[in-house]
RNA sequence: GCGGAAGUGGCGUAAUUGGUAGCCGCACCAGACUUAGGAUCUGGCGCCGCAAGGCGUGGGGGUUCGAGUCCCUUCUUCCGCACCA
């Protein structure tokens, strides 16, 4: 009898089961701690080792707490609707909710056979009806709310409703769009229906507005801008396109400050703080306008430098901007227009290979200097974006290095605005000295100045102070089946939401799952599917995004059915303590979920301003692929001989992918090799040493790449507790690391022998009661302190060394 | 270009606070046992050198009694952002 992990496993697995040993109650005096996966997308792939890597600490971390007498919530769920499953729809017909419930079954099968301490009474699925109707909820409380800038918090629109009533649009400071009416209250009242609609939704948190849209005719819906990499889609790599459509929106914007300064707050790897702070993008600045007076307009720029007015020689826009035809004069006309057709041709790519060159076209106007009243030149160049700011920008060649190797290279003026500036070679953009050639503020220094700029430009009504935000407001309609529908329906060309009795609005069932022919999105094809059989439903569905970003307090309460979750049960929880998962989502997850989760408490759903106290992130583990070499004949054809690697350079070869699960330390198993590529069962082989040593190289694990090693094989060969311990051993969790199975005999030696101090050679249990030694003693607490602090820090890898050589003493 | 992380034996790594660099594991080498095995146990294992000894944490410089750790500089790799006005 020796160590047999199986039954080992099977009985404590079942045991757990039996007695339900990891369900979770609010009733009791324990102090809680609430640890969270990020919860998974089941795919069709299965898990592959490197999926459960940050699972296996935080069921470590899980398991430490309740030794140590938490009350530890530690739920798993699925973030089932997806893009994959509508994919495979499409293919073969299947609703995708077989597809999903199929791979359900598998994860957690998967997951079991791992031995993690979930309460799974708390399970969630996106894609079930009664979770989605709570991401329904949230969104109509989000069409229902505005944001107040005065009580900075969102507000049910009832508030905004009144203030309008009372006193108008005056006194109302709102996040929203910037083109909002100007109305007393006596003319709101006289709005119609339409008109008041209307102008709500400039307000509202969810709204509607036509937007530039990343498009993708291939999967016939829209992507969000994390979801396009390269101009084409994320998933499948099909071309995007830009074009103008009615669109969802999510006001995010609204949070940018409060998303900004929460970071302080939580204790989160910096890099991944530094990144959403990238993201969010504020920089303080004024908004300048530049009059034209032949189109009777003015062009608004952003800028961060108000201070170096006076040292503007001319006026960048976008190639994409509004304003572009009609500043063209005929004389220019030829020369934009071809710049305009050059640009768009550029890809992302030869625009990102291009930073150096300068390149623009003059439109042949000119706009009037602010504060001077001069002329002003009017170009575009593609160094500006659309996007940014108001996609235009005013040119200081003195304190700006593109501004200066545009001037230089067109031949426009450099002024010096500075005492302190040097610009024989370059801009010089520093704050130190005191301004000259800069009318009322010659003299001043640059804390001086803003001020003064700043007031007399809003005297003029010619520019004020401004903050701007890189971040844009989330576009949240998809033109998908496989998603939560959006409760809202269309009278007049209004939206209006559906009675929350109403909820959950089911998604309809569809013949195919493509859009209809006259493009609309698949639920266009769902028949007789109308509100009260009268009115037109939203026929986009909600994003991959919107069931993750609040899954965490749906654990709290899952079967919930008249709340997302009790008052009782989110007081009692309040936020994750500590949440593990993928760096990947910086920017996508973690931050809707930061924003739904800011907006639930500003309606007073719950107390926390940040969801997630504590996170970690994980690192991804690669695939360690293996080749073998095959000769080439003469004619470089491929020949049925195969080299080992110390041989290879003797002879010309192609590598090729063999899959790992036939490779032992580098060394082929030949009769596992003719097994795999039967169209090579007679192959022969250049041994060295009388082995064949294959090459290996690191990539992302794969089927095509044979690299895919599965939980379920090493379980059944080495156990569950030999797999968790070798990928924590393995390195530092935050760390990216190939997997590699070669070292795990010594993760799994180490257990058997600890089995054995404990086993006689007939695999009885037998302790003793003897008073253990005094170097027992000392081993035991020594190691005692060691896991804990280890634990404690996430340095799960040395806390495994630890123990082993804790053992090597105690069998000394 | 900007921001971040990281470079330590053949490999994964350790060194928690500036204090004996390389713990633990893999691979490898030698030995024991032997029903010859991809089992188990024992010992060795940074590099150069027979040794004494010397060198050694990507390179160069510095601070310090003392540096893998701190500072400057430089190179490389990975991640994020993409001309941010």
């Known amino acids: 009898m020796d160590y047999n992990h199986r039954s080992i496993e099977q009985k404590w697995q079942q045991f757990w089961a039996d007695h339900q040993t990891f369900k979770t109650s609010e009733s009791t005096e324990k102090p809680k701690y609430y640890v969270l996966d990020m919860f998974p997308y089941p795919s069709g792939a299965g898990l592959h080792v490197g999926h459960p890597l940050g699972y296996i600490a935080s069921d470590i971390f899980s398991r430490y707490k309740r030794l140590k007498g938490f009350n530890v919530l530690h739920p798993m769920g699925y973030d089932s609707f997806g893009l994959p499953a509508e994919q495979y729809a499409i293919q073969t017909g299947q609703h995708p909710a077989i597809t999903t419930e199929t791979n359900i079954n598998r994860y957690r099968e ?5 031995g993690f301490s979930y309460d799974w009474s708390r399970e969630v699925r996106t894609s079930d009806p009664g979770y989605y109707k709570w991401t329904q909820w949230i969104f109509m409380r989000l069409f229902e709310a505005w944001y107040n800038k005065e009580t900075d918090q969102a507000e049910s ?38 008109e008041q609609q209307h102008e709500l939704l400039k307000y509202r948190l969810a709204y509607l507005r036509e937007s530039t849209v990343n498009w993708c005719a291939a999967l016939g819906t829209v992507l969000a801008n994390d979801e396009v990499i390269n101009g084409v889609s994320e998933r499948g790599g099909y ?44 920089s303080v600045g004024a908004s300048v306008k530049f009059p034209v007076p032949q189109l009777d307009t003015v062009i608004e720029v952003f800028t961060t430098r108000v201070d170096t007015i006076f040292g503007v020689s001319f006026i960048v826009l976008a190639p994409e901007h509004e304003l572009v035809a009609d500043l063209t004069t005929d004389e220019q006309r030829a020369e934009v227009e071809s710049y305009i057709d050059k640009t768009s041709k550029k890809s992302e790519l030869d625009r990102m290979a291009d930073t150096k060159t300068v390149s623009g076209a003059f439109t042949g106007s000119y706009a009037k200097h602010p504060l001077t009243g001069e002329d002003v030149q009017i170009w575009i160049a593609d160094y500006v974006l659309a996007g940014y700011g108001t996609g235009a920008v005013m040119a200081v060649p003195s304190g700006d290095q593109r501004d200066y190797l545009f001037a230089k290279n067109f031949g426009l003026p450099v002024i010096p605005i500075s005492d302190s500036q040097n610009i024989e070679e370059a801009a010089d953009p520093n704050k130190d000295g005191r301004y000259i050639n800069s009318d009322f503020i010659n003299g001043m ?29 989330a576009i949240f309609g998809r033109q998908r089946y496989w998603g939560e529908p959006v409760p809202v329906y269309f009278k007049d060309g209004l939206p209006y939401l559906i009675k929350e009795e109403e909820l959950p609005l089911l998604l309809p069932e569809v013949d195919k799952y493509l859009p209809t022919e006259s493009g609309e999105p698949p639920l266009g094809r769902a028949e007789g599917w109308k509100y009260q059989d009268e009115y037109e439903y939203e026929l986009s569905t909600m994003p991959g995004w919107a069931g993750s970003s609040w899954y965490w307090l749906r654990y709290m309460d899952p079967q919930n059915d008249t709340a997302f979750a009790s008052r009782e049960a989110v007081d009692y929880w309040k936020a994750v303590d500590l949440y593990i998962g993928g760096s990947e989502h910086a920017t996508g997850h973690l931050l809707y979920s930061r924003f739904w989760n800011k907006f639930l408490k500003d309606l007073g759903y719950h107390n926390e301003e940040e969801p997630f106290k504590k996170l970690i992130n994980q690192g ?11 000769i080439l004949d003469e004619e470089g054809k491929g020949t049925n001989k195969f080299v080992s690697l110390g041989l290879k350079d003797q002879y010309n070869t192609i590598p090729l992918h063999v899959d790992v699960n036939i490779v032992h330390h580098d060394v082929l198993n030949l009769d596992g090799f003719r097994k795999f590529r039967p169209d090579f069962s007679d192959a022969e082989f250049i041994l060295e040493n009388g082995k064949y040593i294959c090459g290996a190289e690191v990539e992302k694990m794969s089927k095509s790449k044979f690299n895919v090693v599965n939980p379920d094989d090493i379980i059944r060969q080495f156990g569950a507790d030999t797999l968790r311990l070798y990928e924590m051993f393995l390195g530092p969790l935050e760390q990216s690391k190939p997997w ?25 249990f037998v302790v003793s009661d003897e008073e253990p030694t005094k170097a027992e003693y000392k081993a035991l607490h020594k190691i005692i302190k060691k896991v804990e602090e280890d634990i404690e820090r996430f340095s799960f890898n040395t806390s495994v060394s630890a123990f082993m050589i804790c053992v090597n003493e105690l069998t000394d």
């Not at 180490?750 to 695999?763: N, P, Q, T, V």
Request: hydrophobic share 40%; proline share 3%.
């Open 740 to 764: 590699n199975t070669n070292g795990i005999e010594g993760v799994y030696k180490f257990l058997r022998k600890i089995w054995r101090l404990f086993h006689d050679a007939e695999g009885n």
């Open 620 to 630: 991804m583990i690669q695939g360690r692929s293996n080749f073998v070499y095959r």
């Open 239 to 282: 071309p995007v396109e830009q074009k103008k459509m009615m669109q969802w929106s999510m006001r995010i914007t609204a949070y940018a400050d409060r998303l900004l300064k929460g970071l302080d707050t939580v204790d989160w790897p910096e890099p991944l703080v530094e990144m959403q702070r990238n993201w969010i993008g504020k």
């Open 445 to 473: 220094t640059y804390a001086e100045a803003v001020p003064a700029l700043v007031e007399r430009l809003e005297n003029l009504g010619l520019g004020k102070a401004k903050v701007n935000f890189r971040m844009r407001d």
């Open 157 to 194: 629109v009832n508030t905004l409703i009144y203030k309008f009533e009372n006193n108008g649009s005056t006194g109302v400071f709102a996040v929203s769009d910037d083109d909002v009416n100007v109305f007393t209250a006596e003319e709101w009242k006289a709005y119609s229906e339409e």
């Open 110 to 114: 998967q997951l079991d056979n791992i």
